[in-house]
């Protein structure tokens, strides 16, 4: 499948991109954000969220699990399992609803999660490069490909 990479120099780029993906995403996916503590998982997300259209304030959802944004075209919903203590959670928060053909699904810290969450379309992988993070974007669907196609073009 398709993958795409960059530098991204500082917060500022971390946002800017997110902004930029955002741009190229479609209803119904699910994307699993990768990274170290503090590698700019939440910072990505923000800027996803902020790209799609929401112009208040982006939580991080680490003690709630999920933060809702309900925008003009699209339901987003951003999860942090980070302080997950049995995937079995999930079942009970209800989580299953949260997917559907309508709704983008941003999980940091999937692994938390494993067997009850449903396959990605795209996964971020974002890690320390000195100073500066890397991002990596790769493809595990047909949308997914559509999707870093967009980016790598436009970027």
């Known amino acids: 499948m ?57 939580k991080s959802p680490t003690y709630t699990l999920v933060e809702p944004y309900e925008l003009e075209n699209i339901s987003a919903y951003h999860f942090d399992l980070y302080r997950l203590a049995d995937p079995e959670e999930l079942e009970f928060m209800g989580f299953r609803d949260y997917f559907n053909d309508k709704a983008l699904c941003l999980i940091e810290w999937p692994e938390k999660g494993q067997a009850f969450l449903p396959k990605a379309d795209l996964e971020l992988y974002l890690t320390y490069a000195d100073e500066q993070r890397e991002i990596r974007l790769q493809a595990l669907s047909e949308i997914g490909e559509q999707t870093v196609l967009k980016i790598e073009s436009k970027y």
Do not use: P, Y
């Open 2 to 58: 398709k993958e795409f990479s960059t530098i991204l120099e500082n917060e500022e780029a971390t946002v800017a991109m997110g902004n930029h993906i955002a741009q190229s995403l479609s209803q119904g996916m699910t994307i699993f954000l990768h990274g170290d503590l503090g590698a700019g998982k939440t910072t990505l997300s923000r800027g996803i969220i902020q790209g799609l259209g929401h112009n208040g304030r982006v």
